[in-house]
C-alpha cells in the first residue's frame, strides 16, 4: 500500500520543477579593474532593447529562455553561468552597435546600421 502511495505521489512531487528551471535574468559585464571582474548589473534587465537584443543573442545560441511579463527568464543552469552570461552581454552590446533589431526580438530580422 505504500509503495502504490509514493507512486501515486511521486509526479507530483517533481511537477513544479519545469516552472522553477527558469529564472529571471541578471545580467552579468566583464569589468577590467586591474583583473577581469564579473559583476552583476541588474538595472540592464529595466532597458527594452538590452532584453531584445538579448533574447536575439539566446535565439542565436539556442538557449532556452521565455518572456513573461516584461521579464526575460532563462534557464537556472545559464543563470549560474555567470562566465558564459558576460559573453552574452557582450554580445548583445555588439548587436546595439551593428545591427537594429526589430522591436519584436523573434522575428529573426535585423538590418545593418553600417555600410560593409
Request: a negative charge; hydrophobic letters at 40%; one cysteine or more.
Amino acid at each position: 500500500m505504500e509503495r502504490i502511495l509514493f507512486l501515486a505521489a511521486f509526479p507530483l512531487l517533481f511537477s513544479g520543477c519545469a516552472e522553477s528551471r527558469m529564472v529571471p535574468l541578471v545580467p552579468c559585464e566583464l569589468v577590467w579593474e586591474g583583473d577581469p571582474i564579473i559583476r552583476d548589473a541588474p538595472k540592464l534587465a529595466d532597458s527594452d532593447s538590452y532584453i531584445y537584443q538579448m533574447m536575439a543573442v539566446l535565439v542565436c545560441y539556442g538557449e532556452d529562455f521565455e518572456y513573461k511579463g516584461g521579464r526575460l527568464l532563462i534557464s537556472r543552469k545559464l543563470a549560474m553561468d555567470k562566465e558564459l552570461l558576460a559573453n552574452y552581454d557582450k554580445k548583445a552590446g555588439w548587436i546595439s552597435e551593428r545591427l537594429r533589431v526589430t522591436d519584436d526580438p523573434l522575428v529573426a530580422t535585423t538590418q545593418p546600421t553600417k555600410g560593409p
